[in-house]
């Protein structure tokens, strides 16, 4: 299956997918660390450091499954109840979100996955909310993607314990982003790889179908 990465971090999303498919994933990172990360974390995977947006309208056709998890920031709830905070001033949503969205919802024909967190709006296209996250899909998702709990805290231990949760060592960033920012962005590997077996077993019972008719 070949699989688009969009917006990949360091694959939180990605970890377990090989134990679903024969994956041949294509992620695109703009951080230059983090893309040497993931590649050090996945070596087979192809990563290419750019632009997600432009690459996702440039090659989408090439690809049976894209994950897209744009920057939240601008649509999250912290961002919104902190405004007036220290003098920060209100900012536009960033619509890229949105102009993924249709456009993967109107134009490509295999499966896709628009992941953001639950924003301080009401969405302005109809998603599934499964714990703090939204997913637009063109599947059903189950309605719980993994068991697993974060321990999100704050504090000098809050990224040690997203470091057992996440399975990785987000010490040996030494990028530009805060740590604590990226670790609390990556998606817990379970969901990741709930979603793609979801998805795989809905393409498997439509290659069946098809076979029947013939």
Known sequence: MKILNLY???GGNRY????????????????QELAKMYQER?????????????????????????WSSPPCPTHSRARFWGFGVNGKNPVYPDMVLYQEILLLQ????????????????????LAHKRGRHLYWTNF?????????KAQISTGTNEVKKLCEFHDYDFYSYKGNQRINKIARN?????AGKTILETAV???NRQVKNQLRMF
């Open 186 to 190: 990556l998606v817990d590997y379970e």
């Open 42 to 66: 996945f070596p087979n995977d192809t990563v290419i450091v750019g632009d997600a947006h432009q690459y996702l309208l440039d090659n989408y056709k090439e690809f049976d499954f894209i």
């Open 140 to 148: 059903n998702l189950p309605n719980v993607l993994s068991e697993r």
């Open 16 to 31: 377990k997918w090989d134990e679903v498919t024969d994956v041949e994933v294509t992620a695109v990172e703009w951080d």
């Open 106 to 125: 109107h134009h490509f024909k295999g499966k896709y996955v628009v992941e953001n967190v639950t924003p301080y709006y009401d969405p302005l296209i």
């Open 201 to 203: 077993g809905i393409i």
């Open 8 to 10: 990949a971090c360091l």
